[in-house]
């Protein structure tokens, strides 16, 4: 709000005449935005080098108009069910990982990591004959401690991260290996945990799920626009409000009613709802997005991956945050893993291992969180999860051979890192970084 400066002046008969005067914050008086404004400052950051999630975007409408064109069956409902359990373990496992690459650092062993809790929480139920809820927070709780001796490694020894978790990822391997023996596994016959990626929601509780996500976010959309119209502060138009929700809405509507329509191939059975993961991504994904963009942890680790002696300078204890991020990535590795197992059915030796951290790191990079650190959301390790699932999910399709994926997934990671590294300079020679 502008604000005035009062003077003092005599006048000609003696007398004291106070003036009031524009102060210098006068100018600070916010004035809103039009729909034009904004596009056109959308636009300036992007070819600034803050481009987000867009390049991910784009590619994966690239890719669905791709394969949809060249298989029928890619756009069915059946084939995008199985392409939201596939996605599942894969954008979880990414989610954890974006809390590590916020920092600059990597944990190269998640994916074992998760192999470990999973076979741990399969060999309780089949042995120990646990309950599926007893046996899922043990194969958390041992994520958690994987990694929190990860972090305390890393933050009071100053071991690279990269050597301590190359480190974790041959020992863990052979936890797996001792604990099933060579070429053995364990069948995961629990119904509540195969049902994580096999069942569906009912279809009334899918649409209903689907009107609360979308009133819920509407909701406070239009609160947080309201709210910074009284405050005076800076705010997006309307215009630009409106059209987050209404994508938001033709995105969870279109894909909550795809998901209701019988989809099965057998006339004599029916399939109908959202896979039962699909709920619980969105729940990791809201929750993490309001740690990271709504409290005051998630802001130290923006500050400590932008710059940590400036962090450490303003008082976070970087140490501590940085052991929370590998805790989180390890525990949300522990549940990729039992997300993942729920859809083989089984537990191996080799559960975690080969290409699965390769895939959720390339989600992660893919989404637009940077390798540098200091920029990335939860979101971003979704959409590129979404995308590296769509990639080997349409060729297969295709009946193309394997090296084929590893060719084409490869060639997108080394090309968003390509797009992070020229983003990041254009952000520093215009001095948005």
Known sequence: MASKASTETKTAGGRTEITVADSDFAVDAVTEQTFGDAVRAYLGRVRGGDMGSLPAV???????????????????????????????????LAMGLVFVLLLGDIDLSAGVAGGVAACAMALTVVNLGWPWWAAMVMGVAIGALIGLTIGLLRAKLGIPSFVVTLAFFLGLQGVTLKLIGEGGSVRVDDPVIRGLTISNLPVTAGWTLALVVVVGFAALEFYTYRRKQVLRLSNSPLGVVVARVSAVAVVVLGVTYVLSVNRSVNRAVEIRGIPYVLPLI????????????????????????GNAEAARRAGISVDRIRVSVFVVSSSLAALSGIIAASYAGKVSA?????????????????GGTSLFGGKGRALDAVIGGVVVATIANGLGLLNQSSYINFLVTGGVLLLAASVDAISRRRRSSTGLA
Do not use: E, M, P, W
């Open 350 to 366: 080799s559960s975690g291992a080969g290409n699965v951290l390769l895939y959720a790191v390339g989600a992660a990079v893919i």
């Open 282 to 305: 969105l729940v990791l994904l809201i929750v993490l997005t309001v740690v990271l963009k709504r409290t005051a942890y998630g802001r130290h680790i923006y500050a400590v991956g």
């Open 58 to 92: 784009l590619g994966l409408v690239v890719l669905f108009v791709v394969f949809g064109l060249a298989n029928d069956r890619f756009l069915s409902a059946l084939n995008l069910a199985n392409l939201i359990t596939q996605a599942g373990s894969i954008c979880v």
